[in-house]
């Protein structure tokens, strides 16, 4: 079964570097993801695809401050200079034979 | 300037029905794959149903199968979810989004701002 695990949340101090982790159930160290990025009160952003290879496109207007990596059937979220207004809900989502969206990790920037 | 634009939510009793839009402009939309998702109150997003670029394949989450029908119409850009027999559980934001792929199946590229539902007697 194709699940996505998400940490439910994490802080970091204003101007430092973030990673957050996103884990493909066993199996699918191959799968391709999508992170979302959620605001308060908002609706869902998209952030970026990420390969399995580590490669990744970000989404229109998404700064480089944004970046992904891969290890395994990890997938990585790094935001590098926080800002707050990068407090916010982070989802990752991939898909199959229908869609799967992680639990989704809560961002504080302190 | 890319926009998705959601309506037809509201509150409606338990086995009853509504049927949401979502208005697309900014983009091709006929090259799109579209799908909506779903959002309870404090809860994540889950996936509701998806349909590709000319209506031909369409998917569904194993809780709305058989009461939600998707459709689109590409001549007016817009995209559609009827719901019928609605059960509290239902009570979300509804967000329709694009897929550049074509199909429902990749990455969300544009998302709306969502549509509240509230099913409750």
């Known amino acids: 079964q194709l699940v996505l695990t998400q940490s439910p949340s994490v802080s970091a101090s204003l101007g430092a570097s973030v990673k957050l982790t996103c884990t493909l159930s066993?199996?699918?160290?191959?799968?391709?993801i999508a992170w979302h990025q959620q605001q308060p009160e908002r609706g869902p952003r998209y952030l970026m695809t990420?390969?399995?290879?580590?490669?990744?496109t970000l989404g229109d207007g998404i700064p480089d401050r944004f970046s992904g990596s891969s290890s395994g059937t990890e997938r990585y979220l790094t935001i590098s200079s926080l800002r707050s207004e990068d407090e916010a809900d982070y989802y990752c989502?991939?898909?199959?034979?229908?869609?799967?969206f992680g639990g989704g990790t809560k961002l504080t920037v302190l | 300037e890319v926009q998705l634009v959601e309506s037809g939510g509201g509150v409606v009793r338990p086995g009853g029905s509504l049927r949401l839009s979502c208005a697309a402009s900014?983009?091709?939309?006929?090259?799109?794959?579209m799908t909506w998702v779903r959002q309870a109150p404090g809860k994540g997003l889950e996936w509701v149903s998806g349909?590709?670029?000319?209506?031909?394949?369409?998917g569904y989450g194993d809780s709305v199968k058989g009461r939600f029908t998707i459709s689109r119409d590409n001549a007016r850009s817009s995209l559609y979810l009827q719901m019928n027999n609605l059960r509290a559980e239902d009570t979300a934001f509804y967000y329709c989004?694009?897929?550049?792929?074509?199909?429902?199946?990749?990455?969300?590229?544009?998302w709306g701002q969502g549509t509240m539902v509230t099913v409750s007697s």
């Open positions: 990420l390969n399995s290879d580590g490669s990744h």
């Open positions: 349909i590709n670029w000319n209506g031909a394949s369409t």
């Open positions: 900014g983009f091709t939309f006929d090259e799109y794959g």
């Open positions: 989004a694009a897929l550049r792929s074509g199909n429902y199946l990749y990455a969300f590229d544009i």
């Open positions: 989502q991939t898909w199959r034979t229908g869609v799967v």
């Open positions: 066993s199996g699918h160290s191959t799968y391709t």
